[in-house]
């Protein structure tokens, strides 16, 4: 039944001008979008986003990159029928180079660092980073098709 997921385009995906198309891919498939933000993320809001990955070798350029300000991110909660896992095979896998063909992360890019966008992977998580990124009263509107 119907769901929300958390999702993020990433500092290299604005820069390379594909907000657009991302949210057109959502779109199109029959997603709702019920609120989006463009932001340069604090410090403290992008390792509490990444917490799960805090021992990792790549974190810190990770966070790094993500508050970097050298662009925003695009924050967005899309929701619609299986929207959490279908939104990570629209994706694709975490490193482009493994990504099915057609999906979000094949198309734009080879890079696992550069890899444009971030969607929840469970629905707990998906609660999670909605309420860190959404967390204030009115900003996820609910909405039906006229
Ligand atoms: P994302 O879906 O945002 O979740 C965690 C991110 O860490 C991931 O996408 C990649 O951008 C990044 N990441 C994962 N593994 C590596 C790696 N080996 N080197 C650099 N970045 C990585």
């Given amino acids: 039944s119907s769901e929300r997921t958390f999702i993020m385009i ?4 604005v820069t390379r001008g594909l907000v657009g198309d991302i949210i057109s891919r959502f779109e199109k498939r029959g997603y709702k979008l019920v609120a989006i933000k463009s932001l340069v993320p604090s410090r ?23 508050t970097s300000g050298k662009a925003p991110v695009v924050a967005m909660v899309w929701e619609g029928k299986d929207v959490i896992r279908q939104g990570r095979i629209m994706i694709g896998a975490t490193n482009p180079l493994d990504a099915a063909p057609g999906t ?17 992977d469970s629905f707990d998580t998906a609660e999670q980073e909605i309420g860190l990124w959404f967390g204030k009263p009115g900003e996820l509107a609910s909405w039906e098709p006229a």
């Fill in 104 to 120: 979000i992360r094949n198309t734009y890019s080879i890079s696992i660092g550069r890899n444009i966008i971030h969607g929840s």
């Fill in 10 to 13: 990433k500092p290299d995906g």
């Fill in 44 to 66: 403290q809001l992008a390792e509490q986003h990444y917490a799960d990955l805090s021992t990792r070798p790549f974190f810190k350029g990770l966070v790094n990159y993500i």
